[in-house]
């Protein structure tokens, strides 16, 4: 049952990604996995962009098992926080890799920087004291 309607959802997002309909909305996960399976080599395309939508499929699926796991064991008051500290843990390691800066606005961010000093060389040297790190 769950093989169908991944097929059928497939298909419902080739057929929305092939017409272009502007704001017809689809769901993000398996609008990437289109996109990949349509561009492939095997479908005729050129896969671009193939290893960044790979890393947020990983990456979806990095924040959905754990949350998962947390929901079916009945610990609800701890699935949004720990969904939240490996989103923000995968955003800044992505940070790092692409040597982008960060701007700690968020105060759980800000916190969890200051506690781990290795992740504060990601924010700009003439921000530190404006986000207290």
């Known amino acids: 049952m769950i093989a169908l ?8 997002n080739g057929t929305v990604r092939k017409l272009g309909v502007p704001d017809l909305t689809t769901t993000v996960l398996t609008l990437t996995l289109t996109g990949i399976a349509a561009d492939s080599s095997l479908a005729g395309g050129a896969n671009p962009r193939l290893g960044g939508r790979l890393y947020a499929v990983l990456a979806m699926l990095a924040g959905a098992a754990p949350g998962a796991a947390l929901v079916i064991h009945g610990h609800l008051g701890w699935a949004l926080p720990a969904s939240t ?8 390691d992505s940070a790092r890799e692409r040597g982008l800066a960060v701007l700690p606005y968020c105060p759980f961010i800000r916190g969890w920087l200051g506690k781990h ?3 504060v060389d990601l924010v700009p040297q ?5 986000f207290g790190l």
């Not at 500290?85 to 800044?92: F, G, Y």
């Open 126 to 130: 003439d921000q530190l004291n404006r």
């Open 117 to 119: 000093p290795d992740y």
């Open 5 to 12: 309607l991944a097929v059928a959802m497939g298909l419902r």
């Open 85 to 92: 500290l490996l989103v923000a843990a995968i955003a800044l």
